[in-house]
């Protein structure tokens, strides 16, 4: 958590400031949602390369081309800065319900690792039964990770991310369940959970497959959640353009003629009255009603 760069969404390009370390996947081809790719290429190769290279961040997060933020960075940075940096943030339950039928019995195959062109996943006739040396969690695709767990997923002293890396290869939407398996099945990890995604995300009553996509009329929800990120927003939506302004300090909508701005010291952290939206729900997440009895059950 920490780079400087632009994110793209659907062509639309809106510049962020001051993000040290922002690893973007330019081209995604081969990146199949529902499949293993996801969690294989995406997040584990991204983070090994971190590993490698940088030292000095504290936690991963994950964002799809379809998020946005709804703060500013320092504001973010200023409210992790008095996190413990054991903390893993990821929306996580056993109680999969439907889910077991259409996520954890079905076996898929994922295109993106043996071909060259991308294609859906291929289903198998067989189905299989449910897992007797683990419990299966599943949760929010979107995560925020810290350092060490990444580190016991990439370079593993024992076997369990290999044998649940094994497992998910074959998983519907493995995204949804890897990292939230591996932490609640390790007595190392389980307790260190929080369980909120960091994201503001409607759904339709009943929930479709995917969420609705955030308008001005959600605005005020966005806000009054606080929550760092929203997801999704559709290309060019006004909205983007009221978040700018209101809630992240824009003068203006950012084309070319900003991307290229130079925003002074960016190891400098000033963050505004808004930190205080994410305070408060960071506070309600760990509050002693919400933080332990939410764990790993």
């Known amino acids: 958590m920490e780079a400087g760069g632009k994110m793209e969404r659907d062509g639309l390009v809106r510049s962020l400031k001051g993000w040290r370390m922002w690893l973007v996947v330019e081209k995604g081809n081969l990146v199949v949602s529902k499949g293993i790719t996801m969690v294989a ?3 584990l ?6 590993l490698r290279k940088w030292k000095d961040w504290d936690w991963f997060v994950n964002l799809s081309a379809s998020d946005y933020p709804l703060m500013p960075q320092d504001d973010i940075l200023h409210i992790f800065s008095y996190l413990p940096r054991d903390l893993n943030f990821l929306e996580h339950t056993t109680n999969i319900g439907w889910k077991e039928h259409q996520r954890a019995r079905p076996i898929v ?3 993106g690792l043996y071909h060259s062109k991308k294609s859906g996943v291929f ?8 897992p007797a040396s683990f419990k299966l969690f599943m949760g929010s695709s979107w995560v925020v990770l810290t350092r060490p767990f990444l580190e016991f997923c990439i370079w593993g002293w024992d076997n369990l ?3 649940l890396l094994m497992y998910y290869t074959n998983f519907l939407a493995s995204s949804e369940g890897y990292f939230h398996t591996v932490l609640c099945n390790h007595k190392d990890y389980q307790n260190t959970t929080v369980n909120h995604d960091m994201h503001f995300i409607k759904w339709d009553n009943p929930p479709k497959q995917y969420p609705v996509n955030l308008t001005i009329q959600h605005f005020p ?8 990120f929203g997801h999704s927003f559709a290309k060019d939506d006004p909205v983007l353009d009221k978040i700018d302004v209101e809630l992240l300090g824009r003068t203006r909508p950012l084309g ?12 400098a952290i000033r963050p505004s ?3 205080k939206r994410l305070e408060k729900l960071v506070s309600n997440l760990l509050s002693t009603e919400n933080f332990r009895p939410k764990q790993c059950k």
């Open 273 to 275: 009255m808004s930190s």
């Open 109 to 111: 195959i994922d295109p």
């Open 45 to 50: 190769q991204g983070v090994a390369v971190l």
């Open 123 to 130: 289903w198998a006739k067989e189905k299989r039964s449910m």
């Open 41 to 43: 290429c995406c997040l």
């Open 256 to 267: 070319r003629s900003v991307q290229n701005s130079v925003f002074g010291n960016t190891d």
């Open 161 to 163: 991310p290999r044998t």
């Open 221 to 228: 929800e966005m806000v009054e959640s606080g929550a760092p």
